[in-house]
């Protein structure tokens, strides 16, 4: 059997960590099979989706700006991906291409890890952004069971196009404080707190002592946000472990395995991050 190939398409891909993870379990489990960053442009993607098979891929992950080109190229959809009109995981089936959305599964995997009893509270989750990460961590929120997900965004339109569309209400992000009192989950997916970035004003004493606190952002590890909530000793869960377990369901695809994420994989992830 010919090498299966398999590749993360983006414009740029280059800062993709994508290869690391994918790379460790090919060669973990002794797969005859490779992961290579695709950069491919937007006016090039559709015809080079298309020639995917014929050059030996069972499948890529897709990334920024390509997310939603790969919703409308798809011939079958997972439900979630077809409800969150994005894609980032595509594969082919008879003649088919497939697409599904595993963000919002690997958001909540690793809280089912790093945070096992994180569901024993789920009357209110706080999501701060309304962009392109948030709107699959509310879907999987909301089909987990969380009885209340408030979106706080900088750009309100945008919350509110998120909660025409999905179960969650929309609120300015600078009403934050008002929110956190009654908050057993914090979910930060916004920018904010990135290297380089800026950081958030608000004062996190407001939240109960049982509240987690989720910065799916981990460019740094510890973000400010992950560093004041320690410092109150609230439970905190950073945002590699999202990284790992979305692209599980990806290399199970096409690969015919399902993936463990291990201890050793993630220490590699957060070393290449921390020498970044
Ligand atoms: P995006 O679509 O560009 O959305 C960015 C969000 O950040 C928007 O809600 C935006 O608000 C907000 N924002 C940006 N600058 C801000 C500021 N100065 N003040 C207040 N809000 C601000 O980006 P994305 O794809 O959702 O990614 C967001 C972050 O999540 C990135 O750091 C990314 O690396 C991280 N991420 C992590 C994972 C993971 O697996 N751990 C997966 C995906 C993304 P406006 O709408 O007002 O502009």
Redesign the pocket.
């Given at each position: 059997m010919a090498t299966r190939r398999a590749g993360v398409l983006g414009w740029p891909v280059e800062h993709s960590r994508s290869p690391l993870i994918h790379g460790y379990w090919l060669a973990r489990y002794g797969i005859d099979g490779r992961y290579d960053k695709l950069p491919v442009a937007p006016d090039d993607f559709e015809a080079y989706v298309r020639d995917m098979p014929r050059q030996g891929f069972v499948g890529a992950n897709v990334t920024?700006p390509h997310k939603g080109a790969a919703h409308r190229l798809c011939d079958r959809l997972t439900s979630r991906a077809a409800r969150l009109e994005s894609v980032n995981t595509i594969w082919f089936e008879d003649g088919k291409i497939c697409g599904d959305s595993t963000?919002g599964e690997?958001f909540v995997a690793a809280l089912d890890s790093e945070c096992p009893d994180w569901m024993d509270r789920h009357a209110r989750a706080l999501v701060l952004?309304?962009?392109?990460?948030?709107a699959p961590i509310v879907e999987a929120l909301t089909t987990r069971g969380f009885d209340d997900v408030i979106v706080a965004?900088?750009?309100l339109a945008?919350a509110e196009d998120l909660s025409r569309r999905l179960t969650c209400r929309a609120v300015p992000?600078e009403d934050v404080d008002a929110w956190l009192a009654d908050c057993d989950l914090l979910v930060n997916?916004?920018?904010?707190g990135?290297k380089g970035?800026?950081a958030f004003t608000f004062d996190l004493q407001r939240l109960p002592p049982h509240a987690i606190v989720d910065d799916?952002?981990?460019v740094p590890l510890v973000t400010p946000l992950l560093a004041a909530a320690r410092a109150r000793n609230l439970r905190t869960v950073g945002?590699l472990g999202?990284?790992l377990h979305?692209a599980a369901p990806g290399f199970e695809r096409w690969f015919g395995l399902k993936p463990e994420v291990t201890r050793e994989l993630y220490d590699r992830l957060a070393a290449d991050v921390a020498a970044s």
């Open positions: 920024i963000d690997g952004g309304a962009g392109g990460a948030a965004n900088r750009t945008k992000l997916t916004t920018s904010l990135m970035e800026g799916i952002v981990y945002g999202m990284l979305q």
